[in-house]
């Protein structure tokens, strides 16, 4: 299975909902990732969570707060979020935290209205 | 820091006419180096990287891409192309390790159009 696998495909949430997108892949990778993806531009790293940690924060707002129940499953959760937060969000693996070739899951598209 | 400029933004070819994608970076060390491509509304698959073995990489569809040192390049090509190669292109680089792990510098991309 080299497969990354995300849900939902498409989220269409309110600024006062709570809601969480969800990533699962069973390569046995210990690096997962969070990305944001504006239309017509480059992913924007998010989260890094290196063998279940947290490692990487990159200043993301506090509505934003991710989780890492096991080495397979990372969720995002969200709340109180903003219209300009409705992006394409990725999440990726590797095989190790040091490793950079990353393996990219199909992305939830979310609309905050 | 690590940094990659995507020299087109946009390019188009007609089908069955090669593809270049052209790509430069900038690293202060010997850096790891990839393309990505992203169809319309899906994920990044990776299409071939490079780190440190043979300067002529070889990847999926038919994709290589040559590093050279000398010019800081690391351009993209297809002999012939594909309608179904029509998609958005990802010039990457990576950071030195920070904190246990590895963050990936992207370039700003290159959409490919392929006509008839």
């Known amino acids: 299975d080299t497969e990354v696998t995300q849900t939902p495909k498409h989220l269409v949430m309110g600024m006062t909902n709570k809601k969480s997108l969800k990533c699962e892949q069973h390569?046995?990778?210990?690096?997962m990732y969070w990305y944001k993806q504006k239309a017509k531009k480059p992913p924007e790293l998010m989260f890094v969570?290196?063998?279940?940690?947290?490692?990487i924060n990159e200043s993301v707002p506090s509505r934003f707060s991710p989780e890492c129940p096991n080495s397979s499953l990372l969720n995002l959760h969200l709340h109180a979020l903003q219209p300009e937060d409705s992006a394409l969000y990725l999440c990726?693996?590797?095989?190790?935290?040091?490793?950079?070739?990353?393996?990219f899951g199909p992305g939830t598209r979310l609309t905050v209205t | 820091a690590q940094s990659v400029t995507q020299l087109d933004s946009h390019v188009s070819v007609s089908e069955g006419t090669p593809v270049l994608l052209r790509c430069n970076y900038s690293?202060?060390?010997?850096?790891?180096l990839f393309w990505y491509v992203q169809h319309p509304n899906k994920g990044l698959q990776l299409l071939l990287k490079?780190?440190?073995?043979?300067?002529l990489v070889k990847g999926i569809n038919g994709f290589e891409a040559e590093f050279k040192k000398s010019e800081t390049s690391f351009h993209l090509t297809k002999p012939s192309a594909h309608m179904s190669d029509a998609a958005e292109y990802f010039c990457?680089?990576?950071?030195?390790?920070?904190?246990?792990?590895?963050?990936?510098?992207f370039g700003q991309g290159t959409r490919l159009t392929i006509n008839p």
């Open positions: 990726a693996s590797s095989q190790v935290p040091g490793q950079a070739e990353q393996y």
């Open positions: 390569m046995g990778h210990r690096a």
């Open positions: 969570y290196s063998y279940e940690k947290l490692s």
């Open positions: 690293s202060s060390y010997s850096p790891s």
């Open positions: 490079y780190t440190s073995a043979a300067t």
């Open positions: 990457v680089v990576s950071d030195p390790p920070r904190q246990g792990a590895q963050k990936l510098v």
